[in-house]
């Protein structure tokens, strides 16, 4: 079975949405296999990030995601990478279909960075980078 990243971001956490993002993974049938709730070191987030560094939002971006504690879970389940992207709809939180957690939670209060609540890995590939990055002794 495919595993994934799941970040609850810190507006997520701010909003107290732990609980409903976690209760629509869970409603869907995706497993929760490794929950952590921690701030996070700056490195680790711009190790994260690292494809968008030089960007103008990548500053912001590192910002925001060290303004607060984040929880970060390993999700597992057939597919669970693209059901988990479903799930969480389009990075622009206006874009996103209601329906989804970004188009029914998210509200973009974001000045230069897009708060939208979730982060979940792209690809099988950025899953095994971002799992070993967030929880090394489990990969
Ligand atoms: P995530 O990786 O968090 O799931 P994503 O894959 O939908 O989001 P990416 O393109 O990887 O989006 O961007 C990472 C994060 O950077 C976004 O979730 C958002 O918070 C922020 N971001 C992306 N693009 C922009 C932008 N053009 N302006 C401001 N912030 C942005």
Do not use: W
Not at 27 to 43: S, T, W, Y
Not at 80 to 94: K, N, Q, Y
């Amino acid at each position: 079975v495919e595993r994934s990243l799941v970040l609850v971001k810190p507006d997520g956490v701010r909003r107290a949405l732990i609980g409903e993002i976690i209760r629509r993974i869970e409603a869907k049938g995706i497993r929760v296999v490794a929950l952590d709730f921690r701030a996070l070191p700056r490195e680790l987030v711009e190790e994260h990030y690292a494809e968008h560094e030089g960007k103008p939002f990548f500053e912001p971006l590192v910002s925001f995601m060290t303004s607060g504690p984040v929880v970060s879970m390993i999700i597992e389940g057939h597919r669970c990478i693209e059901a988990f992207r479903l799930l969480a709809g389009a990075t622009d939180p206006v874009k996103a279909a209601p329906g989804t957690i970004r188009g029914d939670l998210a509200t973009d209060i974001g000045t230069t960075v897009v708060q939208n609540l979730v982060h979940g890995s792209d690809s099988p590939v950025s899953a095994e980078r971002e799992i070993k990055l967030f929880f090394p002794q489990e990969s």
